[in-house]
Structures are given as C-alpha cells and as structure tokens.
T-cell receptor
Framework: GAGVSQSPRYKVAKRGQDVALRCDPI?????LFWYQQALGQGPEFLTY????????KSGLPSDRFFAERPEGSVSTLKIQRTQQEDSAVYLC????????????FGQGTRLTVV | QKEVEQNSGPLSVPEGAIASLNCTYS??????FFWYRQYSGKSPELIMS????GDKEDGRFTAQLNKASQYVSLLIRDSQPSDSATYLC??????????FGTGTRLLVSP
C-alpha cells in the first residue's frame, strides 16, 4: 500500500480483555515503531523492530504489552488484561532503512478501555 | 529534564505572519531531527527533517539546527489558518529511537 495501515481504527475493550492491534508498514520499509499517545501529549516510544528483530522494547509499560513482527513486515501489538490506563491512541510508524531515517505514521488505533 | 522540550503554547499569530516554533534537546549525541505536524484527531505528518547545522528551507517552512546550543526551530512564513495544528519536534538521540516533545499548538487567525 501507499502508506502505513493500522487496524482497527477504533477499539473498545472491557477491562481485563485482551486486544491485538495490527500495523502494515510501507512496503519495503525495514524499521517499524510503535508509539502510545495520550490526549494532549506527544507520542511515547514503545518498541522498535528492524526487520523481524525487536531491537528495543524499553518503552513497553508492563509485561502485559507484547509486540511481534515475525516475517519482518506486518506487526502486531498485543495488550493482555487491559486496564483503563491503557486507553490511548496507538501509533505505528515505518522507515525505509534504520531508525535514523524519516519515519511515516499510520492513522493510529484509538483504544478505549471501559 | 525531558529529552525533548517544547513550549506547549498556544502560539497565536495572524494570517500572513511568521510563526516561530522552538525545541531544545538534552542528548548532545543526537544526529537526526524532525518536525511533524499533527491536526486534531489525526496522526503525525512529517514536514521537515534536518541533520546538519544551519538552515534547511522547503517552501514556506525553514528548519534551523544549532547543535552547540542543542536547539532546533521551525519557521513558517506567510502563515495560513490551515497551518493551525500541533507541531511536534522529534529527535533521535544516541540510541536508535525517535523521541518526541509534547508539541506546540499553533493558532493562525484570519
């Protein structure tokens, strides 16, 4: 596709439910990032992949958060046992080469935990 | 100290004026710098990248980088109401991840 595609665009989850968020990066992009953005704040880094390798997961807030990119293309961010503080917009970005090149964002998934 | 700092604003300018947005960063080893524009309810959109000291111009936008002062700025000439958005400064410090400021909200009044 022409840009980064994320699905679903909106997700409402009951507290305690597991969710999976999908990111389809720009074709051929090596690097993929996940960010969390709360209202009125800048995006906060969660994790970074170069191809299928997860090089940095220092931003994942707890062990309930897990990300994978098994074939170096599509990535999934999974949140187990969701809590209200997980409510945010989850943004995915990809870049052509390594993390030092320009990154382009998808439209995001707005997660609301009720 | 936050890694990337921006004034949250709002910065209000009249249509046709120059808007000046500023950003400071803490890691002296940072090599890559970006400005993103984010409209309300939308995702960040890359508008400028800059990697070396000095100015970089692209249309109505000029990015300025001063590594000695750890300072990045974005100038928007002939501001338009459609420029009203939040502008996010992003930096890649020594370690490889893009770190964002909280953003500056710009309001351009007709």
């Amino acid at each position: 596709g022409a840009g980064v595609s994320q699905s679903p665009r909106y997700k409402v989850a009951k507290r305690g439910q597991d969710v999976a968020l999908r990111c389809d990066p720009i074709s051929g992009h090596v690097s993929l990032f996940w960010y969390q953005q709360a209202l009125g704040q800048g995006p906060e880094f969660l994790t970074y992949f170069q191809n299928e390798a997860q090089l940095d997961k220092s931003g994942l807030p707890s062990d309930r958060f897990f990300a994978e990119r098994p074939e170096g293309s599509v990535s999934t961010l999974k949140i187990q046992r969701t809590q209200q503080e997980d409510s945010a917009v989850y943004l995915c970005a990809s870049s052509l080469r390594d993390a030092n090149t320009e990154a382009f964002f998808g439209q995001g998934t707005r997660l609301t935990v009720v | 100290q936050k890694e990337v700092e921006q004034n949250s604003g709002p910065l209000s300018v009249p249509e046709g004026a120059i808007a000046s947005l500023n950003c400071t960063y803490s890691d002296r080893g940072s090599q890559s710098f970006f400005w993103y524009r984010q409209y309300s309810g939308k995702s960040p959109e890359l508008i400028m990248s800059i990697y070396s000291n000095g100015d970089k111009e692209d249309g109505r936008f000029t990015a300025q980088l001063n590594k000695a002062s750890q300072y990045v700025s974005l100038l928007i000439r002939d501001s338009q109401p459609s420029d009203s958005a939040t502008y996010l400064c992003a930096v890649i410090p020594g370690f490889q991840k893009l770190v964002f400021g909280t953003g500056t909200r710009l309001l351009v009044s007709p």
